[in-house]
């Protein structure tokens, strides 16, 4: 019973973490980038990129915690029998994992300062960001399908 509650935790926590990114990826950047003023697109994508950021380090948690089970049921912690698929999602949580719990930080800070302190060029920022953010989804859907894959393999 235990093994069927975190394989539901585990597979809605991705589907909101995932569906999170694919939204912010395939709708809020071309808003943004629509945005007239600079502040105007700053302001967007902070207030989207706050509540978020919550949401999916929440979905993150439960999805590391709920996989971890999930590995000890299958393969009992013997790392040398993991399949494929299970180290594609493994990898995948790592990096989101890392650039929600710090690496993003220095990223955006790094991204939106400048060394004169003139203005960051916001259009070209955001193309970088959503390009990112679609190489991020890729590797999204690629775990999603590794899931599978491992799942009725």
Known sequence: MLYII?????????????GGVAFVTMITFPMIQRG????????????????????????????????????????????KNLNVGVWIMIIVWAFYASLLFGLEKIIFKKMFSTPTGEQ????????ILQGFHWVVLALSFLA??????TGHY
Do not use: N, P
Not at 6 to 16: A, D, P, Q
Not at 144 to 149: F, K, R
């Open 36 to 79: 007239s003023s600079s502040l105007e697109q700053v302001m967007m994508f902070q207030g989207i990129e706050h509540r978020f950021s919550k949401i999916a380090k929440v979905m993150v948690i439960l999805a590391g915690l709920s996989g971890l089970y999930l590995i000890y049921e299958k393969y009992g912690f013997d790392f």
């Open 144 to 149: 999603i399908a590794a899931g599978i894959w």
């Open 6 to 18: 975190s394989l539901i935790i585990h597979v809605l926590s991705v589907v909101i973490w995932i």
């Open 120 to 127: 960051a060029d916001t259009k070209k920022i955001f193309k």
